[in-house]
């Protein structure tokens, strides 16, 4: 039976436009969108209406960067597909993108059917993956080409964790020819990761053992050394770059230079890049663990660079590279020794509301906000426009975010299965309210009304970005 939802009164706000209309969902799916007053907007008639008056109604947020479960350091991200996908909803996010994991010496096919299955009759909202190449070789060079025919269009390399994700200079030129040739997107965690691990071993022995030690041995100009070979590399290979988790100034520089002469090489950065700092690692007790994550948080002066890397397009999507690791008995562990504490902060709720913030502080307009946050991750991740948006035939997949509520983000209040926030007391003006996806409610009125197993696999298309 044919299912209609009328939206009536909120403010659209899209990437490319804000307009006061009713939008009209059929099916699960945006049927029509009408200015709000016209004949056609009165004329309407649904099941189920919601007000959306004062409030913005946005496409539902697509964060491209996620590691459900994920295996690091003897333990395992705290966020099951189950948990984290209903956190994302109660942060306004309809879509993770989420990082199956090669296992060095296996298939990669083992890797993503094993996170077909981590994920499968879990989620609350829709889900895909990328693919991270922990074993570059001619077998897993040929398996590449297969997964992008199956909707798998990007690969994770990592030029950091020799001897668990770690790709050499070799390896990754031979992936991004991969690539060059089956339509694939690389995407690279640019930190020199063998001139890391000496630096690690030397703090040690000196005694160097808390966590605000893991910011000072993970060099700025190690991430940006890495981030210039990283394009080198993509040059030669005629290859697209996508640099994850960009956070420090000097690699923002070099992203803009390359993007100066033309070439594919695109940027991401994280809301805790953009809010936290090495301030944050050096917090005493060992909460600074809680700060844990690679590349590192910098010092404050960097977070100026990277809004203006926003700004200026240099870097073009905010995703949450969500790894949560609880504080008692997971971060723990590198208590005493900062290089065994898992690396990653949860984030995954927080990313829209954070971002929200952003555009009150005067660091992005209303309409870069979905920008960075909805439609260029679509884009980028070849799911756009069935994602990202609001117009017809787009999934229904949208928000009404309340942009006046005041909130505090806090672990007693938020979803995500971790015990500790990031951005513990922060204050902040604007709310999710409600959410749709594929136009069933996930959120209604601050009340989730989701299930897991309604969140659906989604193939994507290859980069939209590239001719
Ligand atoms: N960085 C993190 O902080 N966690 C997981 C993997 C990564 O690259
Ligand atoms: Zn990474
Ligand atoms: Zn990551």
Not at 366 to 371: A, K, L, T
Request: some cysteine; charged content about 25%; hydrophobic content about 40%.
């Amino acid at each position: 039976m044919s299912t209609r939802t009328l939206i009536r009164g909120g403010l659209v706000i899209t990437a490319a436009e804000e307009l006061h209309a009713d939008v009209l969902i059929e099916d699960g799916r945006i049927a029509a969108l009408a200015a709000r007053g016209t004949q056609a907007a009165a004329a309407w008639s649904a099941d189920r209406v919601i007000d959306a008056s004062d409030k913005y109604v946005i496409p539902g947020g697509v964060d491209a960067h996620t590691h459900m479960e994920l295996p690091f350091g003897g333990t395992f991200a705290s966020d099951s597909f189950e948990t984290g996908t209903r956190a994302a909803a109660w942060g306004g996010t309809t879509t993770i993108v989420d990082f199956a994991v090669q296992t060095v010496g296996r298939a990669l096919r083992e890797g993503l059917d094993a996170w077909y299955a981590k994920a499968d009759g879990k989620c609350a909202i829709d889900y895909a993956f990328h693919m991270i190449l922990s074993d570059v070789n001619d077998r897993t060079l040929k398996e590449m080409d297969l997964l992008v025919e199956e909707g798998i269009t990007s690969f994770k390399l990592f030029m950091a964790y020799p001897g668990v994700f770690y790709s050499d200079d070799g390896q990754i030129l031979r992936a991004m020819q991969r690539s060059a040739a089956n339509g694939g997107l690389i995407m690279m965690h640019a930190e020199n990761g063998i001139a890391i691990d000496v630096l690690v071993e030397q703090a040690l022995q000196r005694g160097e053992t808390d966590p605000r030690h893991h910011g000072e041995v993970r060099k700025v100009i190690l991430e940006a050394e890495a981030t210039h070979r990283a394009i080198q590399l993509a040059r030669v290979a005629g290859a697209p770059l996508y640099v994850v988790h960009v956070s420090a100034e000097e690699a923002v520089a070099e992203l803009a230079a390359a993007r100066d002469k033309g070439l594919d090489v695109f940027g991401e950065t994280c809301p805790q890049y953009l809010f936290l700092s090495t301030d944050n690692l050096a917090e005493p007790d060992f909460e600074g663990a809680k700060y844990v994550c690679s590349t590192p948080l910098r010092p404050r002066e960097h977070q100026a660079a990277l809004w203006r890397g926003l700004r200026t397009n240099d870097l073009q999507v905010v995703s949450t590279d969500h790894c949560p690791f609880c504080f008692t008995g997971q971060k723990e562990l590198g208590r005493g020794d900062f290089s065994k504490i898992p690396n990653g902060l949860p984030g995954v709720e927080n990313r829209m509301d954070l971002l929200h913030q952003a555009v009150l502080d005067g660091h992005l307009t209303r309409r870069r906000w979905i920008e960075i946050a909805c439609a260029t991750p679509a884009r980028m991740f070849g799911l756009y426009p069935k994602k990202g948006t609001i117009a017809p035939g787009a999934d229904a997949d949208v928000v009404i975010y309340d942009p006046v509520a005041p909130q505090t983000i806090s672990a007693a209040t938020h979803h995500m299965n971790v015990d500790y926030s990031a951005y513990e007391g922060k204050q902040v003006t604007g709310r999710v309210e409600t959410v749709l996806s594929r136009g069933e409610l996930v959120i209604d009125q601050r009340e989730f009304t989701g299930r897991a197993g309604h969140g659906l696999y989604t193939p994507r298309a290859t980069c939209q970005y590239l001719s």
